[in-house]
């Protein structure tokens, strides 16, 4: 069993920047797909970003295009999301994930298994 550990949360004003983390634990995950997901307050949790195994294909929500970046470093374990630009509608808790097929890549959370704790992040107008 992996264990995924998100950090790197917290309030920022709208145009600024967070980077957020995801460290695994317990097990690699450098096989695996990974990607970031979100939930707002009375929302259903949406996607953000996804990574391949590899790092090299990288999928975005619209809504992130172009603000957002995710990579991973396989030797440390861990993935991130450089979040620049931040809007209002960026907050949300924060979720990263761990596909459950091997050398997948997904939106959707029925491919995932494997979930942290979330992390909140508060933009501020």
């Known amino acids: 069993q992996v264990q995924l550990v998100e950090s790197g949360g917290g309030l920022v004003q709208a145009g600024g920047s967070l980077r957020l983390s995801c460290a695994a634990l317990?097990?690699?995950?450098?096989?695996?797909?990974m990607g970031w997901f979100r939930q707002a307050p009375g929302k259903e949790r949406e996607f953000v970003a996804a990574?391949?195994?590899?790092?090299?294909?990288?999928n975005y929500a619209d809504s992130v295009k172009g603000r957002f970046t995710i990579s991973r470093d396989n030797a440390k374990n861990t993935m991130y999301l450089q979040m620049n630009s931040l809007k209002p509608e960026d907050t949300a808790l924060y979720y990263c994930?761990?596909?459950?097929?091997?050398?997948?890549?997904?939106?959707?959370?029925?491919?995932?298994?494997?979930w942290g704790q979330g992390i909140q992040v508060t933009v501020s107008t």
């Open positions: 990574i391949n195994w590899s790092g090299v294909v990288t």
């Open positions: 994930g761990r596909t459950s097929a091997s050398y997948a890549l997904s939106q959707w959370p029925y491919d995932y298994d494997q």
């Open positions: 317990g097990r690699t995950v450098s096989n695996y797909g």
